[in-house]
């Protein structure tokens, strides 16, 4: 698949300078082109509340000055409406400039669930056909430094077809110098594990990594993924998703939106669309 143009959704908080500032670290993952998106819903038309395009503006030219340093080719998508409902019209925005993917914000596990049906995150994964990079933005408090985010990228398998998508979304010479691991857990012994992690660690290889390694681990996945991305050197994590439902997923406690409320390392989620984009 293609990671081209990137839609990068912003709501200028200081969260945002973290994300632009991690959009360099993505050049060698094939990004040329970034349309910055920002936009804020009017409570109902003519309300005392003042929504000026000038300051907004002013950021986003900020940003996309350092951008264009970057060597990127950038364009900005302001839209100040009244009547609109925010997720939607972003995705809305990056089909209609035919965006491969979106990058957004995560704050982290607790401000994550205290508002998860109203979290324009969860919600744009939710019903977005493209793949969604998620960036750990930490706090206020808390100001992460992304730096080197496809260095090392963990795939982990259940040998599913949702799995097997995100392995195979990097066919391309441009992951030259990277390193990638494929991490299969099962609660139990499986004759055919081995076999079919080869297979796995083959198609990566075909992608030109430089280096590919295969693991497997009894137990809960949740758990060993974390217990993994901690004892060794992941820069990032890459799985597939069933599609559609991400509030519901959450709820239930699927394994790649566990990852995505907790996890602090970045996570590039791949819908069953995004495979033919």
């Given at each position: 698949?293609?990671f081209l143009h990137?839609?990068?959704?912003l709501?200028?908080?200081p969260?945002s300078?973290i994300?632009?500032?991690?959009?360099p670290?993505l050049?060698?993952?094939?990004l040329k082109?970034?349309t910055?998106?920002t936009?804020i819903a009017?409570?109902?038309p003519?309300g005392?509340?003042?929504?000026e395009?000038?300051?907004?503006l002013?950021?986003?030219?900020?940003y996309r000055?350092?951008?264009?340093e970057?060597g990127f080719?950038?364009?900005?998508?302001?839209?100040?409406e009244?009547?609109i409902?925010v997720p939607?019209t972003?995705?809305e925005?990056?089909?209609?400039?035919e965006a491969d993917w979106f990058?957004?914000?995560n704050?982290?596990?607790?401000r994550?669930?205290q508002?998860l049906l109203?979290?324009v995150?969860?919600?744009?994964?939710?019903?977005t056909?493209?793949?969604?990079?998620?960036l750990r933005?930490?706090?206020?408090?808390?100001?992460?430094?992304?730096?080197?985010?496809?260095?090392h990228?963990l795939?982990?398998?259940?040998?599913s077809?949702?799995?097997d998508?995100a392995?195979?979304?990097?066919?391309?010479?441009?992951?030259?110098?990277?390193?990638?691991?494929?991490?299969?857990v099962n609660r139990?012994?499986?004759?055919?594990?081995e076999r079919?992690?080869?297979?796995r660690?083959?198609?990566?290889r075909?992608?030109?990594?430089?280096?590919?390694?295969?693991h497997?681990?009894?137990?809960n996945?949740?758990?060993?993924?974390?217990?993994y991305?901690s004892e060794?050197?992941?820069t990032m994590?890459?799985m597939?998703?069933q599609?559609?439902?991400?509030?519901?997923?959450?709820f239930?406690?699927s394994?790649s939106?566990?990852?995505?409320?907790?996890?602090?390392?970045?996570?590039?989620l791949i819908?069953?669309?995004?495979?033919?984009?």
């Amino acid at each position: 698949m293609k990671f081209l143009h990137a839609a990068v959704a912003l709501d200028l908080s200081p969260a945002s300078e973290i994300i632009v500032n991690a959009l360099p670290e993505l050049k060698d993952f094939g990004l040329k082109k970034i349309t910055l998106i920002t936009v804020i819903a009017r409570p109902y038309p003519g309300g005392t509340e003042k929504f000026e395009r000038g300051p907004f503006l002013e950021k986003l030219e900020k940003y996309r000055d350092f951008l264009d340093e970057s060597g990127f080719d950038v364009n900005i998508e302001l839209h100040i409406e009244s009547g609109i409902y925010v997720p939607v019209t972003i995705i809305e925005i990056a089909r209609g400039i035919e965006a491969d993917w979106f990058i957004l914000g995560n704050t982290g596990h607790k401000r994550f669930s205290q508002v998860l049906l109203g979290s324009v995150a969860a919600e744009v994964i939710q019903r977005t056909e493209i793949a969604t990079l998620l960036l750990r933005t930490g706090t206020d408090k808390d100001q992460p430094e992304i730096k080197k985010i496809n260095r090392h990228i963990l795939f982990p398998t259940d040998f599913s077809i949702h799995a097997d998508r995100a392995i195979i979304a990097f066919e391309r010479e441009l992951m030259l110098n990277k390193f990638a691991t494929v991490l299969h857990v099962n609660r139990d012994e499986s004759e055919d594990a081995e076999r079919k992690l080869k297979t796995r660690l083959a198609w990566l290889r075909d992608a030109n990594f430089s280096e590919v390694t295969g693991h497997i681990a009894r137990g809960n996945p949740y758990r060993e993924i974390m217990k993994y991305c901690s004892e060794h050197d992941i820069t990032m994590i890459a799985m597939g998703t069933q599609g559609k439902g991400f509030i519901a997923e959450l709820f239930l406690g699927s394994t790649s939106h566990r990852i995505a409320r907790y996890s602090k390392l970045p996570l590039l989620l791949i819908p069953p669309v995004a495979e033919n984009r």
